[in-house]
């Protein structure tokens, strides 16, 4: 789940388990939901909060989701844009730093996708040259043949 920036811009004093004011940004969308669901499950029914700031955190769920929305849109795009500028480079020759940062220099054969095995959703492209594998980041330069 992405990570939020903090959601209040007050600070106030630090408390005793070492945040310093309102430290949100390691709060995710599920957790800011859960938080403002035992807030309002814990609120004094004779004091009740009131509509401005159920509107205000309502609008803060919207905002989250909605930029949540964005980067998962923007981070999609850009693994579509990275494969095929990878796809392209297939027949071409190029220098690059292999993933044992070793100089590499060659035509590419394949083009891969790897996915990270603790976030599946994190993808990084890698253009093959022979036996080596390269991180589409790490070329150098394309040399056209």
């Known amino acids: 789940m992405t990570s939020i920036p903090g959601v209040n811009s007050s600070s106030s004093s630090s408390s005793s388990g070492g945040l310093t004011g309102n430290d949100l940004s390691d709060v995710d969308l599920d957790e800011f939901l859960g938080l403002l669901i035992t807030e309002l499950q814990n609120q004094d029914p004779l004091n009740p909060m009131d509509n401005a700031q159920m509107l205000d955190q309502i609008s803060q769920i919207r905002e989250i989701g909605s930029t949540n929305q964005l980067t998962e849109t923007l981070t999609t795009l850009a693994i579509g844009q990275e494969l095929s500028m990878a ?3 297939i027949g071409k ?3 690059a730093l292999d993933t044992n940062a070793e100089s590499v220099e060659g035509v590419v054969d394949r083009v891969s ?3 990270d095995d603790e976030d599946p959703t994190i993808r990084k492209v890698s253009v093959h040259i022979g036996s080596s594998i390269v991180d589409i980041t790490n070329i150098r330069e394309i040399v056209e043949n």
Request: proline share 0%; no cysteine.
């Open 87 to 89: 796809s392209n480079l």
């Open 93 to 95: 020759t190029v220098s």
């Open 113 to 115: 996708v790897q996915t």
